[in-house]
């Protein structure tokens, strides 16, 4: 079901179900306000339901979310900061295309981050955050098996989290969050949920790595990282090629 959200601050009521499904907000101060707003554009963009190349009117945006301009146009500042809108001269603003090109740089990212670090994981990571860690991988194969998509996205991240908390670096924690944050998100949502087989193979990369951290040996780790990363991006050249990918794509 497409995510929607209806702000309603004039309202008494601290929140209600409205018609079709939209969830009425109310009763906030203006800060929770501004990023309720936010909130819900980001999840329209990366579930696509806000597809690439959409043009972001904000007198039509505040009004499907019941709102005024001034939070639309706030959120939209956020979201480009983010690097989900584009904002063009005489043209406005609107949702980013997706790009093979990026979607590479995504996986260099994480690995660019993550690589220098596996030595210090192995070394610190102790039986109770392993186990703590695997938890969360189980979290992971059941939110496939339910095909929860949100969900298996966010437990994705939070294993990458978990077995990096161990550095004690949170710079290093929120960059890991940011890259795969949002635009990894929706990444996911185009070329990897729609698939039966990439999602599986998304599945089994996370459980490689955490298998791997478990042997506690670097060898096993760097080698089921590049294995599963070189799967991936196999694939996701195979995916860009069909129609209802491809129209996610940027124009050439």
């Given at each position: 079901m497409a995510f929607r959200v209806r702000l309603s601050p004039d309202s008494e009521d601290t929140g209600s179900t409205g018609a079709a499904g939209s969830v009425v907000i109310s009763g906030l101060n203006l800060r929770t306000y501004k990023r309720a707003v936010y909130e819900a554009l980001l999840e329209m963009i990366v579930t696509l339901e806000l597809p690439p190349g959409?043009?972001?009117?904000?007198?039509d945006l505040a009004g499907r979310l019941g709102v005024s301009k001034t939070p639309v146009r706030e959120a939209l500042a956020m979201l480009e900061s983010d690097g989900l809108v584009e904002a063009t001269p005489y043209r406005g603003a609107t949702v980013r295309w997706l790009s093979l090109n990026e979607s590479r740089e995504q996986g260099y990212l994480v690995d660019a981050l993550e690589m220098p670090a596996y030595p210090m994981v192995i070394e610190r990571i102790t039986k109770a955050e392993l186990a703590a860690t695997g938890k969360v991988v189980d979290r992971l194969k059941r939110a496939r098996k339910t095909r929860d998509?949100?969900?298996?996205?966010?437990l994705a991240a939070e294993i990458h989290e978990?077995?990096?908390a161990c550095t004690g670096y949170p710079r290093l924690l929120a960059l890991?969050?940011?890259v795969l944050g949002p635009v990894?998100?929706?990444?996911?949502?185009?070329?990897?949920?729609?698939?039966?087989?990439?999602?599986?193979?998304?599945?089994?990369?996370?459980?490689?790595r955490y298998e791997a951290v478990c042997t506690r040996d670097l060898d096993n780790v760097v080698n089921?990282?590049?294995?599963?990363?070189q799967r991936m991006q196999e694939t996701a050249l195979v995916r860009a090629a069909l129609p209802e990918v491809s129209r996610y794509l940027r124009p050439d």
């Open positions: 959409e043009r972001l009117v904000e007198s998509q949100r969900q298996f996205s966010l978990r077995l990096f890991i969050h940011q990894g998100r929706r990444y996911d949502n185009a070329l990897v949920f729609p698939f039966d087989a990439s999602w599986d193979l998304l599945r089994d990369m996370a459980v490689a089921a990282v590049r294995a599963g990363r």
